[in-house]
């Protein structure tokens, strides 16, 4: 029954994927970016001399503590990304650096970004960082070695903020979608919620195959 219920949500993300333009970044005009692909929306460094400079660099304590400390386009959730994420971003068909320059412009041409993630078996205490010179893994970045960070932020369509993204939450998108009166079952304040998908300040197919994507595992 479980197998049949997930081949069923995978089928219908191909279906609804495919009406769709395959929209990976999404630039929110607010020093942000989305990837609508993972639900990630990531900071955008400036080249300002600011809290935000590209060329600032930390230990990874005190990366740890910027992230956390971020206040940006109206959310304080931001966090260090652990590795995975960081090396959703990476571009490996680009070099110095290897990442989208068309959305990531403040980027480091040569330098390590940190990740959250620990290297465990390092006799010294490291952790994973990302050389996006090539976009290549670094697993013995010394925590008191000061290098670059960029703050990321998880979007999740609890739409009905029980704090589990179900298919209850995929069934109000689609009732939205297709005109369905939902009165009273979306927050108010979508999306300051923080749970919009594709900037796009609405309810629509990113959503919806954001949440079976989601729940399919896919
Ligand atoms: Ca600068
Ligand atoms: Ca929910
Ligand atoms: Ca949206």
Known sequence: MQMMKKNFIALLV?????????AELVDNNDGTVTDTYNGLMWELKT?????????????????LSYCE????ADHTDW?????????S??????????????????????????SSTTFVFAENDNAWGIVFTIGKDKRDCDKLVSYYVRAVRT??????????LGLDDAII????LTGIDTTGKIPDNFPATGMDIGADEQIGLEEVVFILRYIAGL
Do not use: C, M
């Not at 191909?14 to 395959?22: E, N, R, Y």
């Not at 979007?155 to 589990?164: A, E, F, H, S, Y």
């Open 89 to 114: 971003i990476v571009d490996y068909t680009k070099s110095y650096p290897s990442i989208d320059k068309d959305f990531f412009a403040n980027t480091q041409t040569n330098g390590i970004y940190w």
């Open 155 to 164: 979007i999740i369509p609890d739409l009905t903020q029980d704090g589990v």
């Open 47 to 63: 080249d300002d001399g600011g809290d935000q400079d590209k060329d600032n660099a930390y230990t990874w304590q005190a990366a």
């Open 79 to 87: 966090r260090l990304p652990d590795r995975e994420e960081l090396r």
């Open 173 to 176: 998108a689609l009732k939205v």
């Open 69 to 72: 400390n971020l206040s940006l």
């Open 14 to 22: 191909i279906l609804l994927t495919s009406t769709i333009v395959h």
